[in-house]
Every structure is written in structure tokens, then in C-alpha cells.
């Protein structure tokens, strides 16, 4: 699914964001990125969204060499993803339905199966009853639901995920990452960024650990302690 | 057969979805203008103030058309005589000149009858009481030849005047020309000041569009995000200035209507003492339509340079 090889960044400033990455993730799968502040886990997953571009290297997702993909088709294969973020990022003048909406009508769907499909989507992450409501007058873990319902609702074969739980005390970052867990189980792969290091252990998973721009565990290892 | 149907099948669903699209942009615009309604009357009022002030002008110089062009076919030369003179002189010169080259006719107003019309019209009939004899000359209004060219009837201007009973020879078209001159550059004028205002009016769209872009920021950054094309972020802020440019051209077409309106009733007794039914103009269907399109176009022109500098700087974070 997704494919780094010799992968070099460095932002403008010269800084050295991430060194020879080599990383292989399969269809799927549910991986975590794991390292502290600055170690470059963000900017893998603005590597992978396009927002940024790789010094050297190559960047395979989807069977699409990242290279390749400029213009107007950088916003159809970003509508093959879907994110959620630490800081949730909803837009506070519109209502959840419209917020979760968003990428179908982005997209271009007609409304009765925008309606549908955000019905569906906030229905999975138990928010339905407040689709009126304005963000605001939501919970942080509510709100990083409705962050999820849509990142999920235009039906992703990627779901990128940037310290999903960064906010949210221990009982709500455990339910969202079962959330997680939920969708990649009907196939979606999902690549979660966090320093949540003691959380991410219990859940099981593959861990790419990153230090400073390096990968640190190797592909596919599970870090043992 | 097949493929067709199904590439036309395609092209329908494209077309409904970029309709559809459109239909959101626009009402979205609508929406973001009623959620701003002082910032909206403040922006679109500059707007009709600079598409009023033109278009204004525009009006002015329609009017003072109008009113020349009663002016302009008349080539008479007026033939002011001496003051000595009797009217029985007056008559047989009349005579005289009617024989001339290139004289179609000639009228003769008198003294008493020039007296009697200006007591008539011009109101100092009390005034006019206290003169002791009549201050007015004779004239012979001559009709030139209607083919006379321009070097041919100043000719006859110049022979006109060497009549030893002519005291003074005005050819009256040369006061159409001059006003014509005149008109010639009020027009230009009018034309420099559409462009500079014209001008302001896309700046103030494109500075209004800067700012409606600079405070949804994240939200545009979000919709690149998830996948919206550059076409479909521009299109709600080109609506907006599309409905900025319109609604600022309506304020401009109801400020002229009621400059008019204010106008009308002193413009009629004043033409009325002139003994002439000029009216006032509004702007009329066409000159609505047509200062509606400006706005329009303005307001769209505007909003597309803005965009097209601003929406690139803005790449999801």
C-alpha cells in the first residue's frame, strides 16, 4: 500500500526532517509511527498527503508514484484519503453534518447520497443524534469523533491518522483507537501517528519507530521491551 | 453504440455535478453575504458610489445631447442690423439678401416683435415698462442653402457681414460646433473617469475577496485537504464578488433614479421659462442592464485576479 524508498526531506530552513527512510506498509494493515516531538512522524504523513514534497526517494501509495501526481491530480488522489488530527481541525461555523460532509460534496456526490453517507458515518461513531449541533458545543472526544466520521465518510483506502489521541485522557484515547481498529477490520488501511508509546504497545500492532528523522525498528517490527 | 451511450451517460453526470457545484457556490456567497450584512452594505455601497459617479456623468452628458441635438441642425445665420435702421429698411434688405448665392430665405423679426416675445418669455415684463424705446435691433434670420458646405457658408457669413446695415453676423452653427467641442471633451472626461473608477471598483472587490479568503483559511485548507479541486475553492469567493458587483450596480441605478427624481421638477420650470419641453432622462432599461453588467463584470474581474494571487499561497498544513 505503501512504499518508501531511500526517502530524503529537509525543510527550507536546512534542517534535516527524515534520512534514507526505507518503509514498507501492506494493504490493510494497522501501523502506528511512533517517536518523540520532532522525530518526523508528521512529516511522513504530509509526505504521504502531498502537502509536502521528498528531496530524493521514491513514495509509492496506492500503486501511485507520488512523483507523478501534480495539478488537479493531487486533488483526486488526496480524495483516496482520509485524516483526522490532534487539534481536530472542524470548521466551527458549520454544523457537524456539514462538517462531515464535507469530502462528499467536495467530491461532488449528489445530496441524497451525502446524506446517506454522512448519516452512516455518524451513526458508526455515535454522533448521529447531534448532527445539528455546532462543534463547539461538543466534547474534545465528540469533536475528534466527528474529526473521524469524516475522515472515514467519502470511504478511504488510506486513513491518516496525527496523534488522534494527543488530547483526550486515557479512557477516550483507548475507545478511539478501537474506533481505529474498527475501520481497518473492513479493510481501510490506517496509519496513526503518536508518542502515546505505552498505549500503543497494548494495542498490538506494527510500530515504526522514528529518532530523529531515522527509522529506528525495521519494517513490519514490533518494538519489544 | 454502446460506448456512446455510456460516454454520454458520463458527460450528463459531469454536467449535473459541475451545475450542482455551481448552484452550492452560489448559495453559499449568498450566505456568507447575509451573515456579514454591515460589512456587505459598507463594501457594496463604495461600490455603487464609484459606479454611480460615472455613470452619473454619463446621464449629464445624455441630457446635454438630447438638448444640443435640437441645436445642431440649425445652420441659420442671425443678422443683427443696425440700430438706425427702420423696418421698412429692415424689409427691403431682406429682399436684397434673399437674392444672394447660396440664400435659401429669409425671416424678419422686428423690433416689436422681438420686444413683445421677450416680454412674453423672459418675465421682466415690469422692467421692461421703464425703457423709454425699445433697446432691440432688427433682425433677418437667413436660411442658407441646406447643401452649402462648411468654406461655402462661411463665405456667405463673411459677405453677410460686409453689408453696411449689419452691425453684427452670427452664424448660430457655430455654437453647436462649440458645444459639440465641448461635449467632445466632457465625453472623454467621462470616459477617463469610468476607467479609474472602474478601476477602484476591482480593487475594492479584490481587496474585500483578499480578505474573505485570508479568514477562511483553515477552511480552505481542510476542503484541499479532502480533495477539492482549485476550481472549486475559487468559486464561492468569484460568486461573492459576482453578487458584490451586482447588488453595488443596483445601489448605483436606485442613487441616479433618485438624483433624477430630486432633479426632474426644477429641470422642467426651468426649460419651461426656455419655452422648451426638454425633460430630464432617467437611465432607462438599457442603461440599467448595462451599468448592472459593468457591476458584474467589476465584481467577477475583481474577485478572479484576487483569487487567482491569493488561493496559491494557501497549501494544506
Given at each position: 500500500m505503501i512504499r518508501f524508498a531511500d526517502v530524503n526531506m529537509s525543510y527550507n530552513n536546512g534542517?534535516?526532517?527524515?534520512?534514507?527512510i526505507n518503509l514498507y506498509i501492506e494493504r490493510g494493515a494497522m501501523v502506528y509511527v511512533t517517536g518523540?516531538?520532532?522525530?518526523g512522524k508528521t512529516t511522513l504523513l504530509r509526505l504521504i498527503a502531498l502537502v509536502e514534497r521528498q528531496a530524493h526517494g521514491q513514495i509509492i501509495v496506492n500503486g501511485q508514484n507520488l512523483s507523478r501526481i501534480t495539478g488537479n491530480r493531487i486533488s483526486l488522489y488526496r480524495r483516496s484519503i482520509g485524516f483526522t488530527f490532534q487539534d481536530h481541525r472542524?470548521?466551527?461555523?458549520?454544523?457537524i453534518f456539514d462538517n462531515v460532509a464535507l469530502p462528499l460534496i467536495v467530491a461532488g456526490y449528489s445530496y441524497q447520497e451525502t446524506r446517506k453517507r454522512t448519516h452512516a458515518a455518524l451513526d458508526k461513531v455515535g454522533l448521529l443524534a447531534r448532527k445539528?449541533?455546532?462543534?463547539?458545543?461538543?466534547s474534545g472526544g465528540e469533536q475528534q469523533r466527528v474529526g473521524i466520521a469524516r475522515a472515514v465518510v467519502h470511504q478511504p483506502v488510506l486513513l491518516l491518522a496525527d496523534e488522534?489521541?494527543?488530547?483526550?485522557d486515557p479512557a477516550l484515547s483507548w475507545d478511539t483507537m478501537k474506533l481505529f481498529e474498527q475501520f481497518n477490520q473492513v479493510g481501510v488501511t490506517v496509519l496513526i501517528a503518536s508518542h502515546d508509546l505505552d498505549m500503543i504497545k497494548k494495542l498490538k500492532k506494527k510500530i515504526i519507530t522514528l529518532r530523529q528523522g531515522r527509522?529506528?525498528?525495521?519494517?513490519?517490527e514490533t518494538v519489544k521491551r | 453504440m454502446n460506448k456512446g451511450k455510456r460516454l454520454k451517460a458520463s458527460i450528463n453526470k459531469a454536467l449535473k455535478i459541475w451545475l450542482m457545484q455551481h448552484a452550492q457556490a452560489f448559495v453559499f456567497s449568498l450566505g456568507q453575504l447575509y451573515k456579514n450584512p454591515l460589512g456587505t452594505a459598507l463594501t457594496t455601497a463604495v461600490i455603487g458610489i464609484s459606479l454611480a459617479l460615472p455613470a452619473g456623468f454619463y446621464l449629464l452628458l445624455e441630457n446635454a445631447q438630447k438638448l444640443a441635438d435640437n441645436w445642431e441642425d440649425s445652420a441659420d445665420i442671425s443678422l443683427f442690423l443696425q440700430?438706425?435702421?427702420?423696418e421698412e429698411q429692415a424689409a427691403s434688405l431682406a429682399k436684397h439678401v434673399r437674392n444672394?448665392?447660396?440664400?435659401l430665405g429669409v425671416a424678419m423679426i422686428s423690433r416689436a416683435d422681438a420686444l413683445a416675445e421677450y416680454r412674453l418669455l423672459s418675465g421682466f415684463d415690469e422692467a421692461l415698462d421703464l425703457?423709454?424705446?425699445?433697446p432691440l435691433p432688427n433682425v433677418l434670420m437667413v436660411k442658407p442653402?441646406?447643401?452649402?458646405s462648411a468654406a461655402d457658408s462661411q463665405a456667405l457669413l463673411v459677405r453677410l457681414r460686409q453689408?453696411?446695415?449689419?452691425?453684427t453676423a452670427q452664424l448660430d452653427q457655430q455654437w453647436a460646433q462649440r458645444l459639440f467641442l465641448i461635449m467632445e471633451v466632457a465625453q472623454r472626461t467621462v470616459l477617463l473617469l469610468s476607467v479609474i473608477l472602474g478601476f477602484a471598483v476591482l480593487l475594492i472587490v479584490g481587496n474585500t475577496i483578499r480578505l474573505a479568503i485570508y479568514h477562511r483559511r483553515q477552511e480552505i485548507e481542510i476542503h484541499k485537504l479532502f480533495g477539492a479541486t482549485n476550481a472549486f475553492i475559487q468559486r464561492p469567493f468569484l460568486y461573492y464578488g459576482l453578487l458584490h458587483g451586482i447588488i453595488g450596480s443596483l445601489i448605483a441605478c436606485l442613487l441616479l433614479q433618485s438624483a433624477v427624481m430630486v432633479l426632474h421638477a426644477p429641470v422642467s420650470r426651468l426649460s419651461a421659462l426656455y419655452s422648451s419641453d426638454f425633460e430630464l432622462a432617467a437611465l432607462g432599461l438599457s442603461g440599467v442592464l448595462g451599468l448592472m453588467l459593468a457591476g458584474a463584470l467589476l465584481g467577477v474581474s475583481g474577485a478572479f485576479f484576487s483569487v487567482q494571487r491569493h488561493i496559491k499561497t494557501i497549501d494544506p498544513v
Amino acid at each position: 500500500m505503501i512504499r518508501f524508498a531511500d526517502v530524503n526531506m529537509s525543510y527550507n530552513n536546512g534542517q534535516e526532517a527524515l534520512h534514507k527512510i526505507n518503509l514498507y506498509i501492506e494493504r490493510g494493515a494497522m501501523v502506528y509511527v511512533t517517536g518523540r516531538s520532532g522525530a518526523g512522524k508528521t512529516t511522513l504523513l504530509r509526505l504521504i498527503a502531498l502537502v509536502e514534497r521528498q528531496a530524493h526517494g521514491q513514495i509509492i501509495v496506492n500503486g501511485q508514484n507520488l512523483s507523478r501526481i501534480t495539478g488537479n491530480r493531487i486533488s483526486l488522489y488526496r480524495r483516496s484519503i482520509g485524516f483526522t488530527f490532534q487539534d481536530h481541525r472542524l470548521l466551527n461555523d458549520r454544523t457537524i453534518f456539514d462538517n462531515v460532509a464535507l469530502p462528499l460534496i467536495v467530491a461532488g456526490y449528489s445530496y441524497q447520497e451525502t446524506r446517506k453517507r454522512t448519516h452512516a458515518a455518524l451513526d458508526k461513531v455515535g454522533l448521529l443524534a447531534r448532527k445539528n449541533a455546532m462543534p463547539l458545543a461538543l466534547s474534545g472526544g465528540e469533536q475528534q469523533r466527528v474529526g473521524i466520521a469524516r475522515a472515514v465518510v467519502h470511504q478511504p483506502v488510506l486513513l491518516l491518522a496525527d496523534e488522534p489521541t494527543g488530547n483526550l485522557d486515557p479512557a477516550l484515547s483507548w475507545d478511539t483507537m478501537k474506533l481505529f481498529e474498527q475501520f481497518n477490520q473492513v479493510g481501510v488501511t490506517v496509519l496513526i501517528a503518536s508518542h502515546d508509546l505505552d498505549m500503543i504497545k497494548k494495542l498490538k500492532k506494527k510500530i515504526i519507530t522514528l529518532r530523529q528523522g531515522r527509522l529506528l525498528t525495521h519494517i513490519g517490527e514490533t518494538v519489544k521491551r | 453504440m454502446n460506448k456512446g451511450k455510456r460516454l454520454k451517460a458520463s458527460i450528463n453526470k459531469a454536467l449535473k455535478i459541475w451545475l450542482m457545484q455551481h448552484a452550492q457556490a452560489f448559495v453559499f456567497s449568498l450566505g456568507q453575504l447575509y451573515k456579514n450584512p454591515l460589512g456587505t452594505a459598507l463594501t457594496t455601497a463604495v461600490i455603487g458610489i464609484s459606479l454611480a459617479l460615472p455613470a452619473g456623468f454619463y446621464l449629464l452628458l445624455e441630457n446635454a445631447q438630447k438638448l444640443a441635438d435640437n441645436w445642431e441642425d440649425s445652420a441659420d445665420i442671425s443678422l443683427f442690423l443696425q440700430h438706425s435702421y427702420t423696418e421698412e429698411q429692415a424689409a427691403s434688405l431682406a429682399k436684397h439678401v434673399r437674392n444672394m448665392d447660396g440664400v435659401l430665405g429669409v425671416a424678419m423679426i422686428s423690433r416689436a416683435d422681438a420686444l413683445a416675445e421677450y416680454r412674453l418669455l423672459s418675465g421682466f415684463d415690469e422692467a421692461l415698462d421703464l425703457l423709454t424705446e425699445n433697446p432691440l435691433p432688427n433682425v433677418l434670420m437667413v436660411k442658407p442653402e441646406t447643401d452649402l458646405s462648411a468654406a461655402d457658408s462661411q463665405a456667405l457669413l463673411v459677405r453677410l457681414r460686409q453689408l453696411p446695415q449689419v452691425n453684427t453676423a452670427q452664424l448660430d452653427q457655430q455654437w453647436a460646433q462649440r458645444l459639440f467641442l465641448i461635449m467632445e471633451v466632457a465625453q472623454r472626461t467621462v470616459l477617463l473617469l469610468s476607467v479609474i473608477l472602474g478601476f477602484a471598483v476591482l480593487l475594492i472587490v479584490g481587496n474585500t475577496i483578499r480578505l474573505a479568503i485570508y479568514h477562511r483559511r483553515q477552511e480552505i485548507e481542510i476542503h484541499k485537504l479532502f480533495g477539492a479541486t482549485n476550481a472549486f475553492i475559487q468559486r464561492p469567493f468569484l460568486y461573492y464578488g459576482l453578487l458584490h458587483g451586482i447588488i453595488g450596480s443596483l445601489i448605483a441605478c436606485l442613487l441616479l433614479q433618485s438624483a433624477v427624481m430630486v432633479l426632474h421638477a426644477p429641470v422642467s420650470r426651468l426649460s419651461a421659462l426656455y419655452s422648451s419641453d426638454f425633460e430630464l432622462a432617467a437611465l432607462g432599461l438599457s442603461g440599467v442592464l448595462g451599468l448592472m453588467l459593468a457591476g458584474a463584470l467589476l465584481g467577477v474581474s475583481g474577485a478572479f485576479f484576487s483569487v487567482q494571487r491569493h488561493i496559491k499561497t494557501i497549501d494544506p498544513v
